[in-house]
């Protein structure tokens, strides 16, 4: 297969796609683009006749950002690390019983994106020592050997406490789950997330408010927070809708594909599940070249939004289990 031919130099996407169904034009594609030919299918193409804008999809805005645009970046240039490839995300951050905050601080912990000074130093800010013990300051030195850290740790009573040879955070990490709190702490949900975040706020709160706290009351703050929080959780409610739409569309896709599918044949169903008569019928549709598990979903959706904007329905909710959280929307 050699060049493009002079022709088709100036071809533009429009031209594959076909003027009435504003779907993709099978045998243009094959002519001029065939080695492409998988992956354009994958774009799903919309129905009705829109003008072209441009688009950055890292922003929910659409708007391009130097700070999206740094950060894919550096993603792109970033050389994967032993650390990377196996940290169990999952298990040892998303999956814990803990605040979500938390687990977002954690992540950056882990990351090495908190602006402990040897995280600085590495994208070229000067270094800068301990405010509590002149040591050279990194993470571990925060979390883990900074003499206050070590004091907490030993304070707090779990089945055990994090070795102070350890070499990295996602190693103490790994080894967290073990961490478990024992009597009379009488917590149900891990202890050692919360003496990791008010570690970090005893730090900052020597560096930029001149205020040094105690180990103990680390300690006992630690304890505080993970009760307060664990013992809030019956009263949270999961339900979204203020109050049940009359329509309420079910929007899954099946099988559930695995996480990566290049080119897989997927079924989008859309059920509706309806609480005032006509009753409608489940909807089907299958089809080549679905990227993703939430493609598959979207199509569900923008067949049953498209059925029942036929039906004239002036309001529907629908629930997906990709997205995770339940949407309202008139149409
Ligand atoms: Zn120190």
């Known amino acids: 297969m050699g060049p493009q031919p002079f022709h088709s130099m100036s071809l533009k996407v429009s031209e594959l796609l076909c003027p009435l169904t504003n779907n993709w034009d099978l045998d243009k594609i094959r002519h001029h683009l065939p080695q492409y030919e998988d992956t354009i299918l994958q774009i799903k193409t919309i129905s009705v006749p829109s003008l072209d804008t441009l688009m950055w999809l890292p922003e929910s805005s659409g708007s391009y950002s130097t700070k999206t645009g740094y950060g894919l970046g550096m993603l792109a240039n970033r050389v994967k690390s032993d650390e990377d490839t196996s940290f169990n995300w999952l298990k040892n951050i998303w999956n814990i019983n803990t605040s979500p905050k938390i687990k977002d601080f954690i992540w950056k912990v882990v990351r090495k994106a ?42 707090v009573p779990t089945r055990f406490s994090p070795s102070p040879s350890l070499s990295s955070m996602a190693d103490m990490l790994t080894g967290a789950q073990g961490m478990i709190p024992l009597p009379p702490t009488c ?60 329509h309420v569309l079910l929007a899954t896709c099946a099988p559930r594909p ?32 679905v990227s993703s598990a939430l493609m598959a979903e979207a199509i569900a959706v923008r067949l049953a939004v498209v059925t029942a904007s036929l039906q004239a329905w002036s309001c529907i909710g629908w629930e997906m289990d990709q997205l995770k959280e339940n949407r309202r929307k008139k149409v």
Do not use: Y
Not at 119 to 140: I, S, W
Not at 263 to 287: D, M, T, Y
């Open 114 to 155: 908190i602006p402990v000074s040897a995280n600085l130093e590495r994208r070229g800010m000067a270094p800068f020592v301990c405010k509590k013990c002149g040591a050279p300051e990194d993470d571990l030195h925060v979390f883990l050997k900074w003499p206050v850290a070590a004091e907490v740790w030993n304070l």
């Open 187 to 246: 917590l149900t949900s891990p202890i050692w997330p919360w003496i990791l975040w008010n570690l970090w706020k005893a730090r900052n709160g020597l560096i930029f408010e001149n205020r040094a706290f105690t180990a103990h009351e680390n300690a006992l703050k630690s304890i505080t927070d993970a009760k307060e929080w664990s013992s809030a959780l019956p009263q949270r409610s999961t339900n979204a809708f203020p109050q049940e739409p009359a």
């Open 258 to 289: 695995p996480p990566s599918f290049p080119l897989g044949i997927l079924i989008a169903k859309a059920f509706f599940r309806v609480r005032i008569p006509p009753i409608l019928p489940n909807l089907c549709e299958s089809q080549n070249h």
